[in-house]
């Protein structure tokens, strides 16, 4: 499993936004993505996961290119900003609707993607009700729950307390050692030290170290 990126750029209303980004990313590793905002962390996301075409370049995953071959991943479960759930239903039947989508994935692997992030799968709150931690980890849950070989998570540590961060730990480890894709934008520098084997740094949509 690889994903391959070859001189990626994109411009938006004549401003570049990622400009020759060349990389390669391989299974049963952890990549992160460290800058300040507006660097294009999530933008490379995005083109990875097939929301935002890139204006040139190729993205590439195991020899198969976006937009030529596929319009967007076959495997990929996404934590974008932030989540968003239907506000009258639990969140065990919102990750449920969204299994619906694909099939494949039974309450089962539902509820035990829920109680990885420290949610109660039985819990019969709609998600109105949820404080912003819980949303958090809804999303975290409906990112991996589908067991995808791409996991991409945009600051998942947000609103999150310890123990929170702790399961979101065990999880990226264990997406790692499941020979998974994960790649993950965080702001705490010792957490991205901690979680990624390879951190690409960026600066005005450029890598300009890892």
Not at 9 to 30: F, H, P, Q, W, Y
Not at 33 to 53: A, D, E, P, Q, Y
Not at 81 to 105: C, H, M, Q, R, V
Not at 107 to 121: E, S, W, Y
Request: hydrophobic share 40%; with cysteine; net charge negative.
């Amino acid at each position: 499993m690889y994903i391959e990126l070859k001189d990626v750029c994109k411009e938006i209303k004549n401003t570049a936004v990622l400009t020759d980004i060349s990389l390669r990313m391989e299974g049963g590793k952890v990549y992160g993505f460290r800058g300040k905002n507006g660097c294009g962390k999530t933008m490379i996301m995005r083109v990875i996961s097939g929301l935002i075409r890139p204006t040139s370049g190729e993205v590439i995953i195991d020899n198969r290119t976006m937009w030529k071959d596929m319009t967007f991943p076959e495997s990929i479960g996404i934590l974008l900003e932030n989540p968003s759930f239907l506000d009258g239903y639990t969140g065990f039947d919102n990750l449920k609707i969204l299994a619906s989508i694909k099939g494949g994935t039974d309450d089962i692997q539902i509820k035990d993607a829920m109680k990885k992030t420290g949610l109660n799968p039985d819990d019969n709150r709609k998600y109105k009700k949820y404080s912003l931690g819980m949303k958090q980890k809804l999303g975290i849950a409906a990112a991996f729950m589908e067991n995808p070989d791409i996991v991409i998570l945009d600051e998942p540590l947000n609103a999150l307390d310890k123990e929170g961060v702790d399961n979101v730990r065990a999880i990226i480890n264990e997406l790692k050692h499941g020979g998974k894709i994960t790649i993950i934008a965080c702001h705490d520098a010792e957490e991205m030290e901690l979680l990624a084997d390879t951190i690409f740094e960026m600066e005005n949509g450029k890598i300009v170290g890892k």
